[in-house]
């Protein structure tokens, strides 16, 4: 049952679609006192962009080759071979991550949205960030489409709008 503690995260999402979508989030959204966590690094290159804005950023990725590929092209950079569905190895890498890049753009099809969803979940719940960026165009087309409840005044507001959006 659900009750009023649940899905109270601090963390922010912030959906994207695309690569450039994605990296034109780094200026902004990452700081030099962040702890960044890279989730789908596949060769390094957005993890490379975003290592001389933060603290400290650590590339994952579930192929070992891809990895071996990243650790090649970027040898100043720390990469580790993580399954993103394993949120307990991420913990294990033992760093305080205030922001998470998930780039699940290669999981798709009609489970792609409740996957994002649950990544974004269980990455909010158990390492707490302050902002989760994802390229993800099925979760940046669902949020598009998302108005939160505000009560009965937005019922007003929405309906006096309402002949101007037709």
């Given at each position: 049952?659900?009750h ?7 963390t922010?999402?912030?959906?994207t679609r695309?690569v450039?979508e994605?990296?034109e989030?780094?200026?902004v959204w990452?700081?030099q006192?962040d702890?960044v966590l890279e989730?789908g690094c596949a060769?390094g290159?957005t993890?490379?962009?975003?290592a001389?804005r ?10 070992p080759e891809?990895?071996?590929r ?10 580790e071979?993580l ?8 913990l294990?890498l033992g760093k ?5 890049y998930?780039?699940?753009?290669g ?10 969803i649950?990544l974004?979940?269980?990455?909010a719940t158990?390492l ?10 099925a979760l940046?087309?669902?949020a598009s489409q998302?108005?939160?409840w505000r009560?009965l005044?937005q ?7 309402a002949p101007a959006?037709?």
């Amino acid at each position: 049952m659900a009750h009023d503690r649940q899905f109270k995260w601090k963390t922010k999402f912030i959906a994207t679609r695309g690569v450039k979508e994605y990296r034109e989030t780094i200026p902004v959204w990452v700081n030099q006192n962040d702890v960044v966590l890279e989730i789908g690094c596949a060769w390094g290159t957005t993890t490379a962009l975003i290592a001389p804005r933060c603290q400290e950023v650590i590339g994952t990725d579930v192929s070992p080759e891809v990895i071996a590929r990243a650790r090649e092209k970027h040898p100043h950079l720390r990469f580790e071979v993580l399954d993103a569905f394993d949120v307990r190895a991420a913990l294990d890498l033992g760093k305080p991550f205030t922001k998470i890049y998930i780039d699940i753009s290669g999981v798709s099809g009609y489970r792609s949205l409740l996957d994002a969803i649950a990544l974004l979940t269980m990455y909010a719940t158990v390492l707490c960030p302050e902002a989760i960026i994802v390229k993800s165009g099925a979760l940046k087309h669902f949020a598009s489409q998302c108005i939160p409840w505000r009560g009965l005044s937005q019922v007003e507001s929405y309906a006096k709008a309402a002949p101007a959006r037709r």
